[in-house]
């Protein structure tokens, strides 16, 4: 998943600056109708049974992290929009998107999206 530039930002601070970053104690998965990029916030899914739902990591190795919860979304009480892309996110509501990537997704009423453990990639790349 590519990283948004506000994680960047920390990350440089942190490393070369001696600037305190906190990481979050929960990371949530986030749906979009609108792709987030680096540096812009995309268009959340809103309603309809939607929420954001935490997702747990495990262990960084050599090519990133992944996750290692199946991270179930829904059920959907009407249609949603065309999901377009998904984020990992640094709170249930508001915050800011950590890392993004492409997805394309048709939810129809009475749909869950599940995402399997594994399924979600972060990485400095």
């Not at 739902?53 to 829904?74: E, H, L, M």
């Not at 892309?85 to 997805?103: E, R």
């Amino acid at each position: 998943m590519p990283i948004s530039n506000y994680l960047e930002t920390n990350f440089i601070n942190a490393s070369v600056r001696n600037t305190a970053y906190t990481p979050p104690a929960t990371v949530y998965i986030a749906l979009y109708s609108t792709a987030p990029t680096e540096s812009t916030a995309g268009v959340e899914l809103t309603g309809n049974g939607y929420s954001r739902q935490s997702v747990v990591f495990a262990a960084p190795t050599a090519t990133g992290s992944v996750s290692s919860s199946i991270v179930t979304i829904g059920p959907a009480t009407a249609d949603w929009a065309i999901i377009t892309a998904t984020a990992v996110i640094d709170a249930a509501t508001g915050g800011n998107i950590l890392y993004y990537q492409p997805k394309t997704a048709v939810v129809k009423s009475g749909d869950t999206v599940e995402i399997a453990a594994g399924d979600i990639l972060v990485n400095m790349t």
